[in-house]
């Protein structure tokens, strides 16, 4: 949807794995999509076992847009393993 | 200590730097760095459930070679009380078979308490220890997100 002015672009921070990286994305993105890229070719496949959590708030829904889930630009995410904890 | 203390300082600093560069945007995610210094990590983390702060502190002498020692701390270091610390997932009581019999341990890949317990003979340090994962600030990250759901 290029040309789509409704949807900004979005200048975001992810961390992941104890190191900030800089994320940019349109507005429509999905969130699930987001997971895909901030994880690269070599994780990508577990994307689903993600969860992108915005600062002070609940995971985001990976089938929802950045726009629908209300992430704003300059917004800092920590992309974390669901299953994270004790093993 | 085992490795060369100008090798672990080394690698522990390099390691490390991410926090010390980028103190805000950990700070957003929950994670404020109070102390950095080889061989020493202590960050607040957010618990979210409880409206406070706990300090968590790493110290990786041998890094990384071994993993950290790790321990829930006041804010300035102090011990915390062992009935005072999160527990379950992996947030474990004391327990006398580990290395920690008198204070909460992590049983979490990455820490030397969890690649030392007995039950974890098959669970090595060395064949993750290049996984970002598990290394410093990324064990930091997997405990506040943890922390943070409970």
């Known amino acids: ?87 | 200590m085992i490795v060369d203390p100008a090798v672990a300082r080394r690698k522990f600093e390099r390691d490390v730097r991410p926090l010390v560069e980028h103190p805000d945007a950990f700070a957003r995610i929950g994670i404020r760095p109070l102390f950095v210094a080889f061989q020493t990590v202590r960050v607040a983390l957010h618990w979210p459930s409880r409206e406070i702060d706990l300090g968590l502190e790493l110290s990786a002498p041998d890094w990384d070679y071994r993993p950290p020692t790790v321990d829930w701390v006041k804010l300035d270091g102090a011990p915390w009380a062992a009935g005072e610390a999160p527990s379950g997932d992996g947030f474990q009581e004391p327990n006398p078979n580990t290395r920690r019999p008198d204070r909460p341990w992590f049983c979490f890949r990455g820490s030397l308490e969890f690649h030392e317990y007995a039950g974890h003979s098959a669970e090595a340090w060395w064949p993750i220890h290049a996984d970002e994962r598990y290394r410093i600030l990324g064990f930091i990250q997997n405990v506040a997100a943890v922390l943070a759901r409970k």
């Open chain 1, 1 to 87: 949807m290029a040309g789509n002015d409704e949807h900004k672009q979005l200048h975001l921070t992810i961390v992941l794995d104890g190191k900030p990286h800089p994320v940019n994305a349109r507005g429509d993105t999905l969130v699930i999509d987001v997971i895909r890229e901030a994880l690269g070719p070599k994780r990508e496949a577990e994307a689903g076992n993600y969860d992108l959590v915005p600062e002070g708030a609940p995971a985001l829904e990976p089938s929802q847009t950045l726009d629908a889930a209300g992430v704003a630009d300059r917004s800092v995410l920590s992309l974390n393993k669901k299953d994270g904890g004790g093993a």
